[in-house]
């Protein structure tokens, strides 16, 4: 991978993350380094699952909404998560 893929992945990740963000209902009580994070893995691992089957040069719609899916899966997730630390410590 070069350094203009390391870099796309970092942006379509963040994007990704912050999009699936917005889906997720409610205030998501997470960093935004976090959401970013989620956005990357979600990234990935959609590309994983969906780019075997890619039939396009041009975007992958089928693609990008796997990756939102899974942003909005990982940011909730991780908001319970986080979530019920906090009031562990309380």
């Known amino acids: 991978m070069t350094i203009e893929g390391i ?4 942006v379509i990740g963040a994007i990704i993350g912050v999009l699936g963000r917005l889906i997720v209902p ?3 009580d997470i ?3 976090l959401t ?5 893995v979600a ?5 994983a ?10 975007i992958d719609w089928v693609e990008l909404l796997v990756q939102l899916a899974l942003a909005a899966i990982g940011v909730a997730a991780v908001a319970a998560i986080k979530g019920r630390n906090a009031t ?3």
């Open 88 to 90: 562990r410590r309380v």
């Open 43 to 47: 990234a990935l691992i959609g590309t």
């Open 7 to 10: 870099i796309g992945a970092i």
């Open 36 to 40: 970013v994070v989620v956005g990357i």
């Open 26 to 28: 409610g205030k998501q």
């Open 49 to 58: 699952i969906v780019g075997s089957m890619r039939d396009t040069d041009g």
């Open 31 to 33: 960093p935004l380094w």
